[in-house]
């Protein structure tokens, strides 16, 4: 019994993680909202600085970067950032972006409404895309006595590619 809750344990840990991540903010993760949740939140007339960060796993054949590197929004008010991504290679490749915010103790107050980063892109050789960003700062942030001296909070992604996918476009063995 306890080797079989051991393993299920191990399974679940994952999952169990990535929701402990998503409902607290731990290690800088963002929050997931719906346009409906976005709609409700008024702006503050306090403003936050919001930098944005733009990485590829080593190897993977991406130009990935933010068309802006600073942005300074109103706490509540919905903002939109653009990156730009092409592919270097000859191939179609898909990937995949990891992201965080830093100061870790603010991804909960880091709302995404819209996200190139919630689906897997593919971009054909020498295609370049823009992909939105659709975000705003919690107000909330305010009421929190760690985190209302905040003034910057900086966006980071990383594109890796998908799994069974080398960085160089060649399929790796699974």
Request: proline content about 6%; glycine content about 6%; charged content about 20%.
């Amino acid at each position: 019994t306890v080797a079989a809750a051991m393993l299920a344990l191990g399974f679940a840990s994952a999952p169990l993680y990535r929701l402990v991540c998503q409902a607290t903010g731990f290690g800088g993760t963002t929050q997931r909202v719906s346009e409906a949740e976005a709609a409700t939140v008024t702006a503050s007339a306090r403003t936050m600085t919001v930098r944005f960060d733009a990485n590829v796993e080593r190897g993977f054949p991406w130009m990935f970067r933010p068309e802006q590197v600073k942005d300074t929004v109103s706490i509540g008010a919905r903002d939109m950032a653009i990156y730009t991504a092409r592919n270097l290679s000859d191939k179609p490749i898909t990937g995949t972006a990891t992201f965080n915010v830093e100061p870790a103790y603010v991804g909960k107050y880091f709302s995404k409404v819209q996200c190139f980063c919630f689906t897997e892109q593919t971009l054909k050789p020498g295609e370049e895309v823009r992909m939105p960003v659709v975000y705003y700062v919690d107000p909330a942030i305010l009421d929190d006595k760690d985190a209302r001296d905040v003034e910057s909070i900086t966006l980071s992604y990383t594109f890796h590619p998908i799994v069974g996918e080398a960085p160089n476009g060649l399929d790796r063995a699974v």
